[in-house]
């Protein structure tokens, strides 16, 4: 099993930058992938962003240029650097944990508002 516990979240004015992280603890095998979803009232949950435990990742089109994403191995710890913030990305992110037998593991979720 795997637990993820997330923290970060927060009200920031539009422009504005946040940083999530994501901690893992349990059984976690060095190749897998971490990364976040998010989740905006009324709408699906979507994908934001992901990484690698080798470093590769890949983004969203709507955060391209504005999130970073990044993880540190040692600590089982991924991060999300969110900068030039919008309203639009108001939304519960949700951190997940992928490992290589296909089992997808999620965090508590951490609310995230950008005011205009």
């Known amino acids: 099993q795997v637990q993820l516990v997330e923290s970060g979240g927060g009200l920031v004015q539009a422009g504005g930058s946040l940083r999530l992280s994501c901690a893992a603890a349990?059984?976690?095998?060095?190749?897998?992938?971490m990364g976040w979803y998010r989740q905006a009232p009324g709408k699906q949950r979507e994908f934001v962003a992901a990484i690698m435990s080798g470093g590769n990742s890949n983004y969203a089109d709507s955060v391209k240029g504005r999130f970073t994403i990044s993880r540190d191995n040692a600590k089982n710890t991924a991060y999300v650097q969110m900068n030039s913030l919008k309203p639009e990305d108001t939304a519960v992110y949700y951190c997940?944990?992928?490992?290589?037998?296909?089992?997808?593991?999620w965090g508590q979720g951490t609310q995230v508002t950008v005011s205009s």
């Open positions: 997940y944990l992928l490992n290589p037998a296909g089992n997808k593991y």
């Open positions: 349990g059984t976690i095998f060095s190749d897998n992938a």
